[in-house]
């Protein structure tokens, strides 16, 4: 079976939010329904410093997914605040309609976020940018980073998890000139964390929650 690249349009977001649902059951994303993951999913689709693709099947159906974003200072914030303010009403309308979702455990896990993003949303706290520093900082260590990958479980085991990342490198250095690449994945994760390191991909940090890994590219 072969699968082929492409770059994802609006049109196929709806396709992907299956995808999605299907590689992370569990998820508060998924939980809040196909509708939602879709508006998520688009957040990817809203400016030149994110980008969407994901990979099909002879058939044509979607088979695994990959959304990064290009960290270098102009976005003002990271990836998890971003995505957070941008579907912030779909979110709010998806609680509404599934209001069981509010005792989803990620719903605890991630209350510090939602009531950040919420408090600035209500104008009861100043949005969030990079600072100055920050700033300076990105912009001098530019990278792409790896924001989400997911495949769906009936192509699991055809390498589809490597096509994508391998998918995500070429992206990262012909499209946006970016030689250092870096992604965050739970620590308890352990399956990702050996695909990630068969691929050539390094721990830079870890601790009981996250870890921290990077790959750095050459032309």
Not at 15 to 38: E, T, V
Not at 122 to 150: M, S, T, W, Y
């Amino acid at each position: 079976m072969k699968f082929v690249a492409q770059t994802t349009s609006e049109s196929e977001l709806l396709a992907l939010a299956k995808c999605h649902r299907a590689a992370f059951p569990n998820s508060l994303a998924s939980a809040l329904g196909r509708s939602y993951c879709a508006q998520m999913l688009s957040w990817y689709l809203s400016s030149n410093k994110t980008f969407l693709f994901h990979i099909e099947d002879d058939s044509g159906k979607c088979a695994g997914y990959c959304g990064g974003m290009i960290s270098d200072g102009t976005l003002g914030t990271g990836s998890a605040s971003g995505m957070a303010q941008y579907s912030f009403y779909p979110a709010l309308w998806a609680f509404i309609t599934h209001p069981w979702v509010i005792f989803h455990a990620e719903v605890r896990n991630k209350w510090p976020l939602l009531r950040k993003n919420l408090a600035m949303r209500l104008g009861l706290r100043k949005k969030v940018h990079f600072n100055q520093e920050q700033k300076k900082q990105l912009a001098k260590d530019p990278q792409a980073g790896l924001v989400v990958i997911g495949v769906d479980p009936a192509y699991q085991g055809k390498g589809c998890g490597s096509i994508l990342l391998k998918e995500f490198e070429r992206r990262s250095l012909e499209d946006y000139g970016m030689k250092k690449l870096q992604l965050t994945v739970r620590t308890d994760n352990t399956q990702a964390i050996l695909a990630y390191e068969r691929n050539g991909w390094l721990k830079t940090s870890s601790d009981l929650v996250s870890t921290t890994m990077e790959k750095s590219l050459t032309k």
